[in-house]
Nanobody, 123 residues
Framework: QVQFVQSGGGLVQPGGSLRLSCAASGATLDYWAFGWFRQAPGKEREGVSC????????YYADSVKGRFTISRDTAKNTVYLQMNSLKPEDTAVYYC????????????????WGQGTQVTVSS
C-alpha cells in the first residue's frame, strides 16, 4: 500500500513562489518514478513533472518548463516541486503520483496518487 503526505500549497500572488512536498511510504524513490499532475476546476487533469528513479532524469510539461523544478531527497523518500514565477493559470489542486520504474508518457496516469494540495495564484 502506497501512502503520501502532501504539503506546501496555499495562496500566492502572481510572480510568487511555492514549494510542494510529497513524502511517500510503500514506494521508494530508488525504484519508483514520482511526479506531479494538477487539475483546475472544470478542466481536465494536466501532467506537470516527473522524475525517473534510475538516473534522476526529469520531465516537464511545456506550460511549466523553466519555472518549475522537481527534485528528490532519497534519504527522506520525499519529492519536491519548486514553483517559481507563478501565474493565475497555475491555480489547481496538485497531486503527487508514483509508479514503478518509468514516468508515464502523459505525466498523468500514475498507479498511485496522493490526496492533493490546493495552489491558488491570485492578487
Amino acid at each position: 500500500q502506497v501512502q503520501f503526505v502532501q504539503s506546501g500549497g496555499g495562496l500566492v500572488q502572481p510572480g510568487g513562489s511555492l514549494r510542494l512536498s510529497c513524502a511517500a511510504s510503500g514506494a521508494t524513490l530508488d525504484y519508483w518514478a514520482f511526479g506531479w499532475f494538477r487539475q483546475a476546476p472544470g478542466k481536465e487533469r494536466e501532467g506537470v513533472s516527473c522524475i525517473r528513479p534510475a538516473d534522476g532524469d526529469t520531465y516537464y510539461a511545456d506550460s511549466v518548463k523553466g519555472r518549475f523544478t522537481i527534485s528528490r531527497d532519497t534519504a527522506k523518500n520525499t519529492v519536491y516541486l519548486q514553483m517559481n514565477s507563478l501565474k493565475p493559470e497555475d491555480t489547481a489542486v496538485y497531486y503527487c503520483g508514483t509508479q514503478p520504474y518509468v514516468c508515464p508518457e502523459s505525466l498523468i496516469t500514475y498507479d498511485y496518487w496522493g490526496q492533493g494540495t490546493q495552489v491558488t495564484v491570485s492578487s
